[in-house]
């Protein structure tokens, strides 16, 4: 024998896992051929909740309810399969209606995870309801079901009203909770104590993640971004030597933050000196952070300055290195263009381009994006770092 046969519930989660996949990699309507085409044994609970989870995950909250309602026929529906409707609830502006669905969990008895409480909780916040809110945290307590991502998204939501005063009350309830290595929770305090604003704390928090795991990149990153929101640009140029000074791996992202803090503060020279010592260090070009100097000069009507940095980036493509200017680039030159001179920006940008071997094609393509696009800058969002809230899956 070549080993035990494996269990029923083991290949229905290989299945799971395939299906999701695919509604990742090909898209739904793939996904929905997929578990068309699964031997009926295959589809059980566990396959019909990842096309459940594939629906909520896209809002498509039709075929959602439908097929939500088909699982109640089979009696296949679980408390994920309430916590998948009440996130597609919740992105879909429709908070109002995660405490119904809490209501008909309890009502059949169906366990609330601290998942489901932490959605609910939310769902009260959005509708303005802080004493409901306050319910539900009290609950939790009873249920003894209370984790720092139960503080951590407490504080979130105080931080969100401006009560500071009990944002940070909760967050020093989520110190008493978090172990020496969870480096994600003290990533979480970082953002939420830039929140209300106190930067001590922020520095007390980093110095005392310091002292009991080891640093990442990733800590780092968090950490400048961080000062650059508060504006404390001493305080980051000292975290940023300090991270240079001993990192093993150079990471851009870093360099990117530091770049756009001093940007933000008109120290163009700072930035410049950041940028020329991160260029002998990494291996690769830093495209994306010479597109910040474009788009901060095109902003200060410098147009020699954005088109130096322009022909820079292109002067760095070699060998196997792809590099065309994004739709935020092209629709800042063309707004400069329009705002600033009475030259066709179109003719003129494409003058530049053409010269660096670019094919006509991709500028119609990209003049035409540019002119519609919502990418955002290139640099890394601060809201994404202040909302790094460790939630279970």
């Known amino acids: 024998m070549c080993g035990a046969a494996p269990k029923i519930s083991q290949i229905s989660a290989c299945t799971r896992v395939q299906l999701d996949l695919v509604s990742k990699t090909k898209g739904v309507v793939e996904a929905e051929n997929f578990f068309s085409g ?71 008895s169906l366990p609330l995870s601290s998942f489901t409480y932490h959605i609910w909780m ?28 139960t503080y951590s998204n407490l504080a ?10 009990k944002a940070e009350k909760m967050l020093k309830m989520l110190e008493k909770q978090v172990k020496p290595r969870q480096r994600d929770a003290y990533h979480c305090l970082l953002g939420l104590y830039a929140g209300t604003g106190n930067l001590g704390e922020v520095h007390r928090v ?12 990733f800590s780092y990153l968090i950490m ?42 008109n120290m163009v020279e700072e930035a410049a000196l950041v940028f020329e010592g991160a260029s002998r260090r990494s291996k690769r070009p830093l495209f994306r ?39 935020k680039v092209v629709g800042a030159f063309l707004k400069y263009y329009e705002e600033e001179t009475d030259v066709d920006g179109v003719d003129e940008l494409s003058k530049i381009l053409k010269a660096n071997n670019i094919d006509d094609s991709w500028i119609k393509t990209c003049i ?18 202040q909302n790094y809230l460790a939630q279970e899956n």
Not at 40 to 64: I, R
Not at 156 to 165: G, S
Not at 206 to 217: A, M
Request: glycine letters at 4%.
């Open 38 to 108: 699964l031997p009926d044994p295959a589809k059980n609970k566990y396959t019909y909740g990842a096309l459940l989870n594939c629906y909520c995950k896209e809002l498509m909250k039709d075929k959602a309810l439908s097929h939500f309602h088909k699982m109640d026929e089979l009696g296949y529906v679980t408390s994920l399969s309430y916590n998948n409707l009440m996130s597609l609830f919740m992105r879909n502006g429709e908070p109002q209606k995660v405490p119904e669905l809490v209501g008909v969990m309890k009502r059949r």
């Open 122 to 149: 939310n769902s009260c916040a959005s509708s303005g309801d802080l004493d409901g809110v306050e319910r539900v945290y009290e609950e939790m307590r009873t249920e003894e079901l209370i984790s720092w991502q």
């Open 156 to 165: 979130a939501i105080y931080v969100k009203v401006k009560d500071f005063e």
């Open 206 to 217: 980093w110095n005392s993640l310091k002292s009991v795991s080891p640093v990442t990149n």
């Open 224 to 265: 400048l971004s961080t000062l650059r929101r508060l504006k404390d640009i001493e305080g980051l140029t000292k975290c940023f030597k300090e991270w240079e000074a001993s990192c093993v791996t150079y990471d851009a992202r870093l360099v990117g933050v530091c770049v756009s803090a001093y940007l933000g503060q």
């Open 289 to 327: 952070i010479e597109e910040m100097f474009m788009l901060y000069f095109l902003e200060k009507r410098q147009l020699e300055a954005a088109v130096r940095h322009l022909q820079a980036a292109f002067s760095e493509v070699k060998g196997d290195d792809e590099w065309h200017p994004s739709p």
């Open 368 to 385: 035409n994006a540019s002119k519609s696009s919502l990418e955002t800058d290139p640099r890394l969002k601060e809201d994404d770092l």
